[in-house]
């Protein structure tokens, strides 16, 4: 595992989320407060791009295609796949792809980058 430099810390700020290709991986970089984290890019379920609409809210990142749920700090699978509840669609599209974790990464911030530890 090996730190890359992501971005410059200056081009973050609190709320954001970034999509970034980092040593040949797509990332999602976001920060909440002064804190940054790193998950990979794609839903778990479909490949929706996390970056676009995806909420963070209680440690939790929420895909906003069908609300499939993940941890960002361990990216355990929460809840997967349950929109819309009626018809009950969502249910049916979630068993269309197998229910996996997402992958996080280790962030630090390093001569004022922020640096992804990827592998
Ligand atoms: S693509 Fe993300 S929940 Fe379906």
Redesign the pocket.
């Known amino acids: 595992m090996t730190w890359h430099v992501a971005i410059k810390k200056s081009k973050m700020k609190p709320g954001k989320k970034k999509m970034l290709t980092v040593a040949k991986k797509l990332v999602l970089l976001g920060q909440m407060g002064e804190e940054f984290f790193a998950t990979e890019a794609l ?1 778990r ?4 791009p996390l970056a676009y609409g995806a909420k963070v809210k209680d440690d939790c990142i929420r ?1 906003p ?4 749920t993940h941890r960002i700090d361990t990216g355990e699978m929460v809840e997967w ?1 349950p929109f819309p509840l009626f018809p009950p669609y969502g249910k049916l ?1 979630g068993k269309l792809s197998k229910q996996k974790d997402l992958k996080i990464y280790q962030t630090r911030v390093n001569n004022g980058n922020i640096e992804v530890k990827i592998e």
């Open positions: 839903c379920h479909m490949r929706w895909c295609l069908h609300q499939t796949s599209v």
